[in-house]
């Protein structure tokens, strides 16, 4: 059953009713197929790019449609109902134009921007390394002047689309200042001296490839410093904060998905001469886990509510990470029991839906770290 949407405009309200049509159509019958043999979905952005949902919340001007993150969200919530590997994909390119948009100078937007925001290009974003995940600020990928270039050396970790993007917006180390001694790069993918490692094999999103991101002596243009020298840490967690509802939404969509296989099985068997779903304690099971949907729904656009009014949404965006990714991880696990046997065979999507909600609990800071910074929003600090 379709999530009931409150939406601001009938041009929204087509823009949801075009992505269910792509989810229903072009995604949700690929994707048991693609996640059993791990293959990349590349052609699936193509298309969303081609339908405009590829740069939803970015300014009309360089190819995007200027649409509200309350707007963005929900579409971003449909894609992941119906494949969730591509909602995050969409979530994360989303992220990896942050920089750009918001940092670059006019120039560069102009040069690269609309083929980010067009579909013609797919990325990633490149802040994480082995020993630098929570606290990013330890970075130690290195970007050394050199002429009319930088020249990179250092290894990133757990980057999504690693190896199949065509840019990576990558957070070097420009100096030893701490936190301030960090920048941002917009790196090509055909940079030579850049490689990536043999992809992650990971209990879900398995058609969503993650690897290493290599800097052998790469040399990367200083044109494509975003920002000032130094004011890479801070880009990192400006746009980490909305990619954090980009997961939050992928998130409900996700536990939609398992809700509504729940209640479709639930509908059909039966034992002792009634449909389960008549059964109290299956009902009670299905209430819990439609107001844990709900609820979280609820809880990000709220802080992206915030956000398109110009808001502090700092806090509400932790709250909706955590929320809603503590929210699908029960979802599912609850989808799993309804069906019982059933749902622990991979005849079902529920199993899959199960291992696909663990990951939003770590990426885009682990719900521990949501949990400082709400707690740090709360000391006023």
């Known amino acids: 059953m379709p999530a009931e949407r409150l939406l601001p405009d ?45 740069g ?6 360089w190819g995007g449609s200027a649409l509200p993150y309350e707007v963005y969200l929900q579409v971003l919530e449909e894609v992941a109902s119906a494949w969730m590997s591509v909602g995050v994909g969409l979530s994360v390119h989303t992220m990896s134009c942050y920089a750009l948009a918001e940092h670059g100078t006019d120039e560069q937007r102009a040069r690269w921007l609309p083929d980010m925001l067009g579909g013609d290009l797919l990325g990633a974003y490149a802040l994480s ?11 130690s990928t290195r970007a050394r002047p050199d002429g009319d270039d930088y020249v990179v050396n250092g290894t990133k970790a757990w980057i999504t689309h690693g ?20 920048s941002c790069l917009l790196v090509d993918a055909a940079t030579p001296g850049l490689g990536f490692g043999a992809p992650e094999k990971k209990m879900g999103l398995t058609g969503s490839t993650t690897t290493q991101v290599r800097f052998e002596d790469a040399r ?9 020298e130094g004011q890479g840490f801070k880009i990192a967690l400006t746009a980490l904060n909305s990619g954090r509802l980009g997961i939050a939404a992928c998130a409900v969509g996700l536990a939609q998905a398992a809700l509504d296989e729940a ?3 639930a509908k059909q068997r039966s034992q002792f001469g009634r449909a389960v779903i008549e059964f109290q304690g299956i009902e009670f099971l299905l209430a819990d886990m439609a107001a844990a949907v709900e609820s ?34 029960r979802v599912t696990t609850d989808a799993v029991q309804v069906l019982g046997g ?39 600090r």
């Not at 792509?22 to 996640?35: K, S």
């Not at 939803?56 to 001007?61: A, N, V």
């Not at 190896?163 to 960090?182: K, L, N």
């Open 163 to 182: 190896g199949q993007a065509d840019f990576y917006t990558t957070m070097v180390r420009t100096s030893d200042d701490g936190s301030r001694g960090i």
């Open 10 to 54: 009938t041009e929204s309200e087509d823009l949801l009713k075009l992505t269910r049509e792509i989810a229903r159509d072009e995604l949700a019958p690929l994707a048991a197929e693609h996640e059993e043999l791990g293959r990349f979905p590349r052609e699936q952005f193509r298309l969303l790019g081609r339908s405009g949902l590829l």
């Open 263 to 265: 209640v479709a099985y």
């Open 342 to 380: 059933a749902g622990y065979t991979r005849d079902f999507p529920v199993e899959r839906y199960l291992r696909e909600a663990k990951v939003p609990q770590i990426f885009e800071g682990t719900n521990q770290i949501q949990r400082m910074v709400i707690a740090r929003q709360l000391r006023g």
């Open 220 to 228: 990367v243009g200083t044109d494509r410093l975003l920002g000032a």
């Open 56 to 61: 939803l919340p970015y300014p009309e001007k």
């Open 296 to 329: 979280s729904r609820a809880t990000y656009l709220e802080a992206a509510r915030r956000r398109d009014r110009g808001l502090p949404f700092l806090r509400q965006a932790s709250i909706a990470k955590l929320v809603a990714t503590d929210a699908a991880m």
């Open 129 to 139: 390394e082995s020993q630098a995940g929570s606290d990013a600020a330890a970075l």
